[in-house]
Structures are given as C-alpha cells and as structure tokens.
C-alpha cells in the first residue's frame, strides 16, 4: 500500500494555514497536535472551550506544570504572554458569535457539500457533542484533518454522511492523510496531493467527484 | 450579617434531599470540580437527582493528564445510584473501549440522558440565571438536537429555541472567597463554575481561602457575592 | 394644610424595610436617599445598574471623592468593603434574574392591583425607560416611595393608571408622605398613617379602597 | 503580528463613514465614556450615523456630579447634526425644564429613536455578540416597549422576542490594554463598555495605559483580545 502522511506530519500541514494574529480553536485529538507547529514568528491565539485565549504549546510530563492550566483535551499547556482567562459562557459566546477565525476537527465523515460528522459513531456508548457542533456552527473558517479512508478502505469523503451530524454544510477544507481538499460551492476541488500520490488515485480513495484544481500541487511538508 | 461560612461539607448540603437538581462546575478532571462538596453528596446518599454538568463523570477513566482514582467527580454519583437524570454534553467515556457508569446505567435504562451541545448548556443556564424565557440558538440545526424542539428562521437563519435551566443548587470550586461570597477562580479552574452560580436558586461553594470583606480588588471578582449563598473553606486533607 | 413627611423622613421609613445582608436597589431621586440611613449593625448590598454591588453612601463635593466611583444618578459614592464590580449586562441579569431582593422606585402613579407609571409624563419630552422597567418586573419586593397627591392635590394612587406603564402588577407597598400601604391580592391596605394623620383623611386623598389593617400604627419614625 | 495600536484617534476611525452604526460604551456623565473618540467622530463629519448607547447624550447639561461643559459625549454628535438614528434607554434630559438636542431633533422629526429598557439594550447587544437569534425577555411586557414586538407565554409568564443588535463599530473606553487588546477598566467606568466590545465587528478603544503582552494577569482581564481591533493610548491633554 502507497504511504500515507502521519498525523504529526498532518499537523505540520494544518499549521501552513496559521496567520499571523489569528484566533484558533483546535478539536480534540489529532487537531490539537498543530498547536506545536507554529510558524515562527506568527503568534496564534489559541482558544479553548473551557476558556482559555492565547495558551501556548502542550507540556509534556515532568517539565513544569501548573495544575490549573488544562487544554480542553485534559493536557497541560503553557501559558503565553498576552493569554486571558474567562468563564465557559464567554468562551461559547466567542464561537457561536463568530469571533474565533478558524477551527480545525477531526471527522468521522465529510459530505461533499460540507456536512460534517465527528461526534458520534451509533456503534459506541452514549455520543459526546461537546463543542464541536457550536465549533462547527460558529467559526469563520472550518477545516476538517482526518485520515481519508476508514482502517477498512472506505471513503470518509462521502455524497451523505451516514453518522448522526455535527452541522451541517460548514467544512470549508479538508486535510487528508492523502490529499489537501476545498469545499465550494461548485464542488470539491482537489488542490493538493501527497508526494507520490495521482490525483486519479486519490479520487478513487474518494466517494464524490473531485474536481482537479488548474494549480494541483504536491503537498509542501516542510514546516 | 449571617455568615455565609459553614464549617464542613455536610453542613453545607445539609438541604439537597431526594429529587433535588445541582449544577456541577468545572469542565473534565479535577480542575474547578468541586470534589468535597461531591463526595459530602455521596455520603448523604440523596437519591433520583437530576445532574447539569459538562461531562457525565470522568474520574473512573483516564483522561489527558487525569488519571483514574487520583481524584472524584460526579462519576461516584452513579456508581452509588444517586442519579435519575444527567444534563450534559460530553456525556460518554471518552475511551473508545470502556464505559463510564453513566454509560452502563443508560443502557440499562437506569438513568435518563439529555445530550446538548457544550455552549447551549451554559446558554441556557444563562437564561436562567438571567430571566430569560428563552434563547434562540444555531448551534445543533440538522442534528439530533433539533428533536423535538421548535425552530425559527431568522434573518435568513434557521435557530432552535432552547429553554432555562435553573438548578435547585450549584456545587462551585473557588480558589478565593471573601465573607460576604465574592469568589475568585484560578486559569482553567473557572471553566463553568461561574455560570452554575449564577443559574442556581442556591449556590455552594468550596474554596481554598476565605478572606475577609476587602480582601478582594472589587475589580477582579468574577462571581458576585449576589450569587453565592454558602460557602466551606477546603481543610488541610481535603481533596484539591 | 395638614404636614406631610418631607423627602428625608420619608427615606428614613424605607430604610426601615431593610434587612442585614439584603441586596437593594434604590431608583433614581427620592429612593437614593435611603442609601444614608442604612440602621446601625446591618449590612445592606446596594446594587447598580451601572454595575456595582454593595457600594456605600453618597459624598458630598469636597471630600474624597473617586472620579471613576458613581451611582446610577450620577452621584459619587463611597467603596464599601466586600464592594464587587461587573458589566451592565451582569447587573441586569443579577436584576431580570431575581437576585436582587428589594428594588426602591419612585413613581407618577400606581394603581391598585399594583401597576406602576414612574418613566414618563407624556407632556415632557421623550422619556427615560432607563433601568426602571427591567428593576420593576425583577425585584423579589418592590416598593414605591412618593408623595400621596401630585402638586395640585389629585391622588397618584388611581384604580387606573394613565401614564404609560413601566410594569404591571409589581407593586408591593407603598410609603407615601402620609401612609403606607400594603397591595395584596385581596386588596390596598392600610398599614400605616403618618403621624397626625387619620385613615379617613388618607382614604379622602387616595382614589382606590382602602382596607385599614386591623393593627393600624402610626408610622415610626426614629432611625 | 499586525499591531492593534493606532497613534491617533482620527486614524483609528478612518473608515467610519455615512451611515455607520456605532455602539458607545459609558453610562452616563464622563465615567468609561470614550470622549476622545468621540472628538474624532465630530470632527471627521460623518453623516447619517446610528448610534446605540444608555444615554442619548449628556453633556450639555448637568447631572449628579457631572457638570454641563467639563465633558463630551454623543450629545456633541447631534448638535452637528450627525445622527439618523439612536438606540437607547435613558434618551431623554434628566432636566424637567430644558430639553437636550436630541429631544429637539425628535421633535422636529431630524431624528428617529428607538427606546428599550436599559437590561434589553444590554441583553440585544449579547444576542449580537453571542450569536443568538433572538432572546424573550420578560422586561416591558404591558407597556409601550412590547409594541409592534411578539409576544410569547412561557411557563405561564409573558416575554417579549427581543432580536440581536450588531453595530459595526464600539467606542471604549479602558483603563489599561496590553498590545494583544486585552482589556481591563476601573469601578464603575466598566460599565457598557465590555458589552459594546463585544457586540461590534470593529472595537475601537481609547485607554489611559498601553502594556507590553504578560502585564495584566490573565485571570483579571475583563474583555479579551479577541474582541478588540483597533487602540489609541490617550495622549497628555486627552479628555479623561
């Protein structure tokens, strides 16, 4: 099987999208990972939903921890300059209103207009929603950074989304662990691939026509 | 002025009876849980009590830095079938293989189960701390949050209109307090503590040091003494 | 004509309604005046729209005087300890929520199921709402302080009112400048009268019915 | 990063033209009343302006301890017939004898006005902010503020539908800023100001002192970077 881009190299990609001064909320799990990859010399305001803005890097065990600075995910992060603390309310207010420039979540499936479904998988427990349908609701900017096929080869790019929704028509990009996808209203255009990726290889992996972008590029991974 | 400092936990809850609705702060782990008032809660043994927190209860399950046993939250309601009915948004165990005992109960249908996204939850706490009637909200439009509710087209917008809540009692963890109830919080620890304060028809708090009035820069408080209604200062061997 | 109580007295009989450790609001003119007789030993919370809760009495010009420290009237006012400060949305939330106990309004007219005109005569100008109505509908009590009659002697106490309304049915007492008066379900009634005063001639002035209490006192004046 | 100082206030409002919606902060009299912006505005010319703030303007005559003429604020805006439209509460002269300027050009038909109750004003400002569609509100139900509005029965209790307002500009007024625009005030100065900030798409902020990022502890910061976009240090001889 052709290789796939690891999840840390996924962040590196996600973090090219960072500009300078942005507002950035990042999803649970692989999202999160992109808060290491900040370009030097841009300053992110990360924000979380428990209500934190402009927290730094996470800080892995035995370094310096304080115990009441918590990621939503549960990791402690270090505090940055210029960080500001507030309660739950005003941290939801901040991306229902559309305050927060760009978030980025992980998926179970992408529909190709944009409907999104990442909380739950029916086949497991009681669901967790958490912030990602307000996520999802609110932000200017929303993309999505998943691997591109199920562990059994099946498209998470899908005509419908079978899982219960997060919200719909909202995902504005794709980062895949193959390919680099815009939504618009015309359709899907597949702007980047992954070294040693065919964009006919990628349509194949893809339930939706993919439209090939003039401009296609190979992924640029380095950081 | 009756003080609003009660010197233990059971003291201070000595009113939750059967039946009765709490609003529990904090987010996930131990940060802004308040853990004593919890644990005096399990001791009591009130019964079919309707929870509003974010999570359905994590201490049983490791969780980014938390780890299982090291600390409690509302986990150990359910383990000692204290709950009728969870109001939350991150109700399920967040492993993709072990269930929370929230999980295990729902499916047995032992326990009701309202899922709502994780800013609706404090919204609508809001309207009821603030007399509203209700709020209309985007959040949740074509997912299963919309069942059963009305929606309205806005501006071109579709909304779900969401309704109060208004807890009986909060449970709020503090890291500052001043007599007349002013609380202070520290970084992530405030998370949703405020909030259930201010939903609450009576709100109680743990908190790490009690000053007195003029301790505190009127300035920095967050929670208002308006909102606070009984206090306990966590003892040496409390949980932290 | 016979004494009336003038606008001291009259705040002194407010104050009297006070209770340690309440939180009250005290409308714009007559009722701020209550601020100053708070009784010996009782912690009252003064709340503020503007945004301060439990602030102390008004200073007079030339003495210490905190520019950026002032009540809704404008008036500066002393910090008290256990002072807190919020946003004017928290102080209407604290207000429209119920969590404020005692709301002390001036008024133009009530009328005997308790509506209340206190906002606008409609011979002057365009009015001020300001916070009177949202202070109306969310008190725990209200109670009107105000004289008995209007300058040329009509009752302000009317089965109807004619001024626009600021709310309905919010009443719960009245402290005129020659009774107090209770509005129940069943009906006004008359607590009080000021001293000299007797209940026929207090009904003589007031449009409504008035039920005279089986323990009818003479107003206690003393702080 | 793109710095949010601007070196003037006649730069920070550039791009306010005919037309505009503006929110400003303050509640009355001078205390967190943003003055120097304000100057700015007069002086830029901008025509057609709705304004939405407490006050309709103060300035020109005496109130509590603020004296006519030792201050500005809005009412400078309507005396040079700058104004199509003000949202507000308190519109009118607190003097029973003389009228302010915006009462004149209501009465001469200049001016339209909409009066809501002062909690409303603040609660459609957080629809605004907060991205709710609407809001029912209990206050005005029975009077004349219900007019033209719906009405709803919740609980057996009467609200009104009240809907967002989103100005496009706020004038603040702070006491201490960091470069990323966090924000801090002093007392009662805080009043409208955080709630304004939030509810614009541009907030604009005048504020006594400019600190480098890390001088404010993040536990005290009162209105969050994020909902500021543009600010003026007031200069020595600035209106304070």
Redo the contacts between chains.
């Keep these: 099987m052709k290789r796939t881009l690891d999840n840390e190299t996924m962040a590196k990609r996600v973090a090219q999208e960072f500009e300078d001064g942005m507002v950035v909320n990042l999803g649970f799990g692989m999202p999160i990972l992109a808060a290491n990859f900040v370009p030097e010399g841009k300053r992110i305001f990360f924000h979380a939903e428990n209500g934190i803005l402009g927290y730094g890097s996470i800080i892995q065990e035995g370094q310096d921890i304080d115990p009441d600075l918590i990621n939503p995910g549960g990791l402690y992060v270090r505090p940055l300059p210029g960080m500001s603390v507030f309660n739950h309310e005003e941290a939801f207010d901040m991306i229902r209103g559309g305050h927060v420039d760009l978030v980025v979540l992980g998926a179970l499936q992408v529909s190709k207009n944009g409907d999104l479904a990442n909380w739950f998988n029916p086949a497991k427990g009681i669901g967790n929603i958490g912030g990602a349908m307000d996520l999802a609701v609110g932000a200017k900017k929303v993309i999505v950074v998943m691997e591109h096929t199920t562990k059994d080869g099946k498209s998470k790019i899908l005509n419908e989304c079978t899982f219960p929704l997060t919200a719909r028509e909202c995902v504005d990009m794709i980062i895949s662990d193959i390919a680099t996808i815009e939504l618009t209203p015309g359709g899907m255009i597949l702007k980047e691939v992954a070294p040693g990726w065919s964009s006919e290889e990628v349509q194949s992996l893809t339930e939706p026509h993919l439209i090939v972008a003039d401009d296609l590029k190979e992924m640029d991974l380095r950081v | ?2 003080s609003k400092v009660f010197s233990s936990f059971a003291e201070a809850i000595y009113d939750i009876g059967d039946g009765a609705t709490i609003a529990i702060g904090g ?3 131990s ?2 849980m308040a853990q004593n008032l919890i644990l005096a809660l399990r001791d009591k043994g009130s019964k079919d009590l309707t929870l509003i927190s ?1 999570t ?1 209860g994590l201490c049983e399950l490791s ?4 780890i299982a046993g090291t600390y409690v939250d509302h986990a150990i309601l359910f383990q000692n079938k204290q709950v009728k009915k969870m109001i939350g ?6 492993s ?1 293989t072990t ?1 929370s005992s ?2 295990k109960q ?2 047995a249908g032992e326990v009701e ?1 309202e ?6 939850l ?2 609508r ?21 919309e069942k059963g509710k009305e929606k ?1 087209i ?2 071109g ?1 579709e ?1 779900i209109l969401e ?1 109060p809540l208004k807890p009986e009692f909060a449970f709020v963890r503090a890291y500052k307090a ?3 109830g ?1 609380l ?12 259930a304060a ?1 939903a609450a028809s009576v709100t109680i708090v743990e908190v790490d040091e009690i000053v ?5 820069d ?5 929670t ?4 606070v209604h009984r206090m306990v200062k966590i003892p040496k061997g409390g949980k932290k």
């Design positions: 002025m009756t987010f996930g782990g940060v802004g974010n359905g969780l980014g830095g938390f948004s991150y109700l399920g165990s967040p993709p269930l929230l999980e729902w499916q189960v899922t709502l996204p994780q800013g609706t404090s919204a706490m809001l309207a009821g701390g603030a007399g509203y009637g209700g709020i209309y909200i985007p959040t949740g439009v074509g997912t299963i949050v309205r806005i501006h917008k909304y309704f001043d007599t007349t002013n202070i919080y520290r970084l992530a620890a405030r998370n949703m503590n405020p909030i201010k007195d009035p003029g301790g505190l009127p300035d920095i408080i967050v208002p003494g308006i909102y």
